[in-house]
T-cell receptor, first 116, second 111 residues
Framework: SAVISQKPSRDICQRGTSLTIQCQVDSQVTMMFWYRQQPGQSLTLIATANQGSEATYESGFVIDKFPISRPNLTFSTLTVSNMSPEDSSIYLC?????????????FGPGTRLTVL | GQNIDQPTEMTATEGAIVQINCTYQTSGFNGLFWYQQHAGEAPTFLSYNVLDGLEEKGRFSSFLSRSKGYSYLLLKELQMKDSASYLCAVRPYGGYQKVTFGTGTKLQVIP
């Protein structure tokens, strides 16, 4: 398996500001994803982070609101821009393709975001 | 697209066996995941089924029938710490194979 860390683990932010969440993996992975999980709900895929190119966004999510970077095979960032209280959620980094095992998908510990 | 159905909640007794069902409809199928998620924590990988049949890992087993679009997670010798949400997720075939999650089954284990 992979060890995935996220920073920050939690934050409380003011409306209109932006927050960048970092995801670091201890080994190279093929794919990295960003999910959102709102209270009491299941996971919703925001986007797939592509190394060296623009992320692939799911319906309802746009780059201006959730810019994503992936400069290499072990690191990605998600920015939540111009935040509103509706963005309060847990944001999860997820990876697949660890050590050549293409199928298993793992999750980071998550970032709990509260927007006031 | 994919459509995944799981029961919302289940209750079972400590020491007993519980089966959590998942049905899915997908335009292409590669495999099915089960994850455990305790409240306030990230999902933890339990199993990934690609072929039909039962796979056993200690107290947890997962079954898949691709022809029926059906899977279940079987938990034996239930412990209080098994109280959690259990998420079924489907990985389609083709494309970049994004995984779609069901809404999860909240399992409560009672003494």
């Amino acid at each position: 398996s992979a060890v995935i860390s996220q920073k920050p683990s939690r934050d409380i932010c003011q409306r209109g500001t932006s927050l960048t969440i970092q995801c670091q993996v201890d080994s190279q992975v093929t794919m990295m994803f960003w999910y959102r999980q709102q209270p009491g709900q299941s996971l919703t895929l925001i986007a797939t982070a592509n190394q060296g190119s623009e992320a692939t966004y799911e319906s309802g999510f746009v780059i201006d609101k959730f810019p994503i970077s992936r400069p290499n095979l072990t690191f990605s960032t998600l920015t939540v821009s111009n935040m509103s209280p509706e963005d309060s959620s847990i944001y999860l980094c997820s990876v697949r393709g660890v050590a050549g095992v293409t199928d298993t998908q793992y999750f980071g510990p998550g970032t709990r975001l509260t927007v006031l | 697209g994919q459509n995944i159905d799981q029961p919302t909640e289940m209750t079972a007794t400590e020491g007993a066996i519980v089966q959590i069902n998942c049905t899915y409809q997908t335009s292409g199928f590669n495999g099915l995941f089960w994850y455990q998620q305790h409240a306030g924590e990230a999902p933890t990988f339990l199993s990934y089924n690609v072929l039909d049949g039962l796979e056993e890992k200690g107290r947890f087993s997962s079954f898949l029938s691709r022809s029926k679009g059906y899977s279940y997670l079987l938990l034996k010798e239930l412990q209080m710490k098994d109280s959690a949400s259990y998420l079924c997720a489907v990985r389609p075939y083709g494309g970049y194979q994004k995984v779609t999650f069901g809404t999860g089954t909240k399992l409560q284990v009672i003494p």
